[in-house]
């Protein structure tokens, strides 16, 4: 596979971004293929660093920028929102993404959200390029991104938090889902412990 060549799981949208600094813009997102936190086989989900995770970033098909773009074009068909932004996903994008590819995305679009979990570093990228890291324990790679903001999930990687705050960057909190999903006693209390932690060290 060339540098400029990109493993693609799935292109969606137009929808909302659901997180960090963009919540509830319009946006498209952008998938790319496999992760160093988990193999994503369900056989593996337990011991991995993300075993909450319910994405499929396994397998897809190689892109060049061009591609790329194509495709982006086509999933935003008639929408003609100025406001339209770009969440680049994973998996863990920054295994793949280089800064051709942040250039390339970033022109077409108001803002790029890179959803990281913070073991790589980012490329340059434009001023509208934005990381967010929901940093994870993955065994032997330290965290070593510079986020604009932080995800930090409860309370599988609250031993995070203090790094988060200590950065001065914005800290969102989100419960973790150990019952499949957001529902059931174990969502409930994660999510007690999110509105908890808001309370005592959120700042207006």
């Not at 190689?62 to 790329?68: F, H, P, Q, Y």
């Not at 086509?74 to 770009?86: E, F, I, K, S, W």
Request: charged share 20%.
């Amino acid at each position: 596979m060339s540098p400029n060549t990109y493993r693609v799981k799935e292109v969606f949208g137009p929808t909302l971004q659901g997180e960090g600094l963009h919540a509830g813009m319009p946006c498209l997102f952008l998938r790319l293929a496999g992760c160093n936190a988990w193999d994503g086989r369900a056989e593996t989900r337990a011991a991995s660093a993300c075993p909450y995770c319910d994405t499929d970033f396994r397998g897809g098909g190689s892109l060049d920028l061009a591609g790329i773009l194509a495709r982006l074009d086509a999933q935003r068909g008639a929408t003609v929102n100025p406001g339209l932004g770009l969440v680049l996903t994973g998996g863990e994008p920054l295994l793949q993404a280089d800064a051709e590819l942040l250039a390339g995305i970033a022109a077409g679009f108001a803002w790029v959200d890179i959803e990281t979990n913070g073991t790589r570093p980012c490329p340059p990228r434009p001023p509208n390029v934005f990381v967010s890291c929901s940093p994870k324990r993955v065994a032997g790679q330290d965290v070593v991104v510079e986020p604009d903001w932080w995800k930090v999930l409860i309370p599988d990687q609250e031993g995070f938090l203090e790094r988060a705050f200590a950065s001065g960057k914005p800290v969102f909190v989100q419960p973790t889902c150990p019952d499949g999903g957001p529902s059931g006693p174990l969502y409930a209390e994660n999510l007690q412990r999110c509105i908890t932690l808001c309370l005592s060290r959120g700042a207006g």
